[in-house]
């Protein structure tokens, strides 16, 4: 089966996740992926080894976060900081569809692979930018990672009750969404270079602005009306957009809009249609004003039943609900197992593992992780002989010369 990028190539020199994660997703797509790094060192994800408390650790010297930004891809050794680098670099450029990086300005302009650099060569590349803050402005040339993208877009005051400190997701939220608007505007260029004539064009996307873009309707509503979207408080908030502890410490999620249609139903299937003739209770303005007393009759009339057994129930009368999953219960989701959002994946160190699914499916095309990250390196000298055409005695006095 066809795959929806089979034919792409993308070049990509870009460290840890940001920009490195839009390269794997296009792998996932079907490009072929051509990593640079520098020679002995590599990516300083393929050394970390642990953020905080939370380990990386792999048999064989991998990690598990290097092996999620990376899969799909071909690694390549090349000192930039050398002429002959600068024109390996320049070679795979020439054949190449898409250029990636998330360097910064000042280290993209040392090693002359800038989009000005290229678009002399290959006039018809794609070029996608990666940076913390954005192109333009006093910061444009600082750097940061998923956290700052999480506290600069107003993400953390997003999280947790009023009064709370600023919360912080767990990390690579901010990261991944920033690979996957990365990997969008690259399509929609590609697209745009197939009904245009050829034109490519740098692109430019940062952690900040995708972090902000995942907060559209909540920035929106503060724009137009002046008013912050309030914190989640759950004994205050609207009882039927709600959360409710179960009978087996199990919590489930329920939103009910528009709450009028769904008030004589949610009644029923909680077995308590006295609720219907409750003066307290007999309008949604009436339920959203007295919201603390009816989530605590709810917390009460949901602790008599298992989740799953409401969840029944729920289904019955077609109200909308799910269990809250942690994350070691999502391999145990069938509805998450039936459309592949978590797939088994044969790993050439860790053997038979489970791995994250792509979110989307095609009719007609086939998108899957096919490969494990590479091992540093591992394809210099196919890369430099089948697509630069370096001779072989080219490629190893480079390697002498510690080019690559």
Not at 37 to 61: N, Q
Not at 159 to 178: S, Y
Not at 363 to 383: M, V
Request: some cysteine; aromatic content about 8%.
């Amino acid at each position: 089966m066809n795959r929806p990028l089979d034919g792409i190539r993308v070049v990509e020199c870009a460290i840890f996740h940001a920009g490195p994660g839009a390269s794997a997703i296009m792998g996932d797509m079907g490009a072929e992926v051509i990593k640079i790094e520098a020679p002995g060192i590599g990516d300083p994800l393929r050394g970390l080894m642990r953020i905080g408390s939370i380990p990386f650790e792999l048999p064989g010297g991998r990690n598990i976060f290097f092996e999620g930004s990376n899969r799909n891809k071909k690694s390549i050794t090349v000192d930039l900081m050398t002429d002959k680098g600068q024109e390996i670099v320049q070679k795979l450029v020439m054949s190449a569809d898409v250029f990636v990086t998330n360097m910064r300005r000042p280290a993209v302009k040392k090693m002359k692979i800038s989009y000005n650099d290229f678009r002399k060569i290959n006039p018809k590349l794609i070029y996608a930018s990666v940076s913390a803050y954005g192109d333009k402005g006093p910061q444009r040339d600082q750097g940061g990672f998923d956290y700052q993208g999480q506290a600069r877009s107003g993400l953390m005051y997003s999280m947790g009750e009023e009064g709370m400190p600023p919360i912080g997701c767990q990390f690579g939220l901010v990261d991944q969404a920033t690979a996957f608007n990365a990997s969008h505007q690259v399509l929609a260029a590609l697209l745009a270079r197939e009904r245009f004539g050829g034109m490519g064009q740098e692109i430019s996307v940062s952690i900040l602005g995708s972090s902000m873009n995942m907060l559209y309707l909540n920035i929106l509503i503060e724009l137009v009306t002046g008013r912050e979207v309030p914190r989640h408080k759950r004994t205050i908030e609207h009882p039927m957009r709600n959360h409710y502890q179960c009978k087996d410490s199990r919590w489930l999620m329920m939103t009910l809009t528009p709450p009028e249609r769904h008030w004589e139903p949610l009644c029923e299937a909680l077995e308590h249609p006295e609720l219907l003739n409750d003066e307290r209770f007999a309008t949604d303005d009436k339920r959203l004003e007295n919201a603390e007393l009816l989530v605590s009759i709810f917390d009460k009339i949901f602790k008599t039943k298992c989740c799953d057994e409401w969840l029944k129930i729920f289904s019955k009368y077609d109200l909308f609900g799910c269990a809250i999953n942690r994350l070691s219960e999502l391999k145990n989701d069938s509805q998450i197992i039936e459309n592949n959002y978590i797939v088994d994946f044969e790993h050439p160190v860790a053997g038979k593992i489970k791995i994250p699914g792509f979110p989307a499916h095609f009719s007609e095309c086939d998108i899957r992780t096919i490969s494990a990250a590479p091992k540093l390196g591992e394809h210099t000298d196919e890369i430099l002989s089948e697509i630069c055409g370096y001779s072989q005695d080219e490629i190893k006095a480079m390697r002498e010369e510690e080019v690559i």
